[in-house]
């Protein structure tokens, strides 16, 4: 999801290039949702060693590339560039890929001090200077988007097949991680979830994706008393993109689902650890700067397995700033 902006700046300055983007194949439906991506590549073997990219080169050659622009250097993407003969191979200058591009980007991202679409975007600038192309078009929020029914009507959709009132505010919570960032503790979210406040009246849409059921349903029985229900995601990733745009606030830790809510330019609240690899700063969401919010323990800590934060004190801005 990160790499949204840079699709955008790249096509918006360049509309006469064909752009492919190369993924896995658990995200080739948002590939496809994106309006600036020409064609969807599947890497046949995304975690695979260095020793199989002469299977990834095979698919680079028959696209006959021009370029190829690596947002973020992997050792077996450069060699295989190299292999197939791509005759612009560019990335940023990190790590042992390096040797098999020609051109390179200085950016040292381990010291995590923009936020990581900020680092990719600074790619295709570079890009854009080397072809000598003005850059006139800076792309803003919304960065996702779907055309087939508005958000307004989505929303009443959502609340009926739901028996929501269509006044009620829907306050998303997504308790699961993925792995990617350490996160709040399932009693955190709970008494996050009692503390909101809205205007009109809420209902808390527990979402869950694969694997993340069980952790809704246990956060679930902690919220008897308060209006909410379980949203699980199982028609897909676009279907539940679409979803998540009828939220009026979307709370989480730094995950996937939540880069979707920022994509989608849907407030968001965010909890973060506060290690420089996954600092706020680092994973900044793509909404627009007034649809944020962000929450850190106070002290940086490479071991912290449970975030130290007041939920109650975050509950209450999420409260102030999104549901009156």
Request: proline fraction near 7%.
């Amino acid at each position: 999801m990160l790499a949204y902006p840079s699709f955008a700046l790249l096509k918006e300055n360049m509309p006469d290039t064909i752009l492919v983007a190369l993924v896995p194949q658990y995200t080739k439906e948002m590939a496809e949702t994106c309006p600036w991506i020409d064609e969807v590549l599947i890497d046949p073997a995304p975690e695979a060693k260095w020793y199989s990219a002469p299977i990834l080169a095979v698919l680079f050659r028959k696209e006959k590339f021009d370029a190829v622009i690596t947002l973020y250097s992997r050792t077996r993407v450069g060699l295989a560039a190299f292999f197939a003969r791509i005759p612009y191979r560019l990335a940023p200058a990190t790590k042992f890929a390096l040797v098999f591009y020609n051109r390179r980007l200085m950016q040292r991202r381990s010291r995590s001090e923009k936020p990581e679409y900020v680092y990719n975007e600074d790619v295709i600038r570079y890009f854009l200077g080397e072809q000598n192309i003005p850059i006139q078009k800076n792309p803003k929020p919304p960065f996702l988007h779907f055309e087939d029914q508005n958000i307004k009507e989505r929303k009443i959709r959502f609340c009926e097949s739901n028996h929501i009132g269509p006044k009620q505010a829907l306050v998303f919570i997504h308790s699961g991680s993925g792995g990617s960032a350490n996160n709040l503790s399932i009693k955190q979210y709970a008494r996050l979830a009692r503390t909101i406040k809205s205007e009109k009246g809420h209902v808390i849409v527990l979402t869950a994706g694969p694997g993340e059921l069980g952790t809704a349903k246990t956060l679930s029985n902690q919220l008897n008393d308060i209006p909410h229900l379980i949203f699980e995601s199982t028609e897909g990733l676009q279907n539940f993109a679409k979803q998540i745009q009828c939220a009026n606030v979307f709370i989480s830790g730094s995950t996937g689902p939540l880069h979707i809510a920022g994509a989608l330019d849907v407030p968001t609240a965010a909890f973060y650890p506060r290690r420089r690899s996954a600092t706020a700063l680092r994973w900044l969401t793509l909404n627009s700067p007034e649809k944020r919010l962000s929450f850190s323990p106070d002290e940086m800590d490479q071991r912290e397995e449970i975030l130290d934060i007041d939920v109650e004190k975050a509950a209450h801005l999420i409260s102030e700033k999104f549901l009156f």
